[in-house]
Nanobody
């Protein structure tokens, strides 16, 4: 089984910056895409960004395009989400997950049980 541990959340002022990290461990596939998701209270979980194994394919939700950057370090089995100029609506809990296929991430089809996530709070 794959374990996912998200970290890096906290309190940030609107217009500031923050970097989230997600480390995968356990029985990870040899190659896998990863994605960042977020879930606000009372709303469905949504995909924020996705990245293929090589980093050659990247997706961003329209709401974060130009402000957030996803990257990964395959040697560390870690994916990052650099958040620049966060806004109060970026506040919810952030989760990461993975799948062997990049397009499955975009379809919200993931391989691993969800981790605990990391909470982001953006103050205005």
């Amino acid at each position: 089984q794959v374990q996912l541990v998200e970290s890096g959340g906290g309190l940030v002022q609107a217009g500031g910056s923050l970097r989230l990290s997600c480390a995968a461990s356990g029985r990870t596939p040899s190659r896998y895409a990863m994605g960042w998701f977020r879930e606000a209270p009372g709303k469905d979980r949504e995909l924020v960004a996705a990245i293929s194994w090589s980093g050659g394919r990247i997706y961003y939700a329209d709401s974060v395009e130009g402000r957030f950057t996803i990257s990964r370090d395959n040697a560390k089995n870690t994916v990052y989400l650099q958040m620049n100029s966060p806004m109060p609506e970026d506040t919810p809990v952030y989760y990461c997950n993975l799948d062997r296929e990049y397009y499955n991430i975009q379809r919200m089809r993931v391989l691993s049980p969800w981790g605990r996530g990391t909470q982001l709070t953006v103050s205005s």
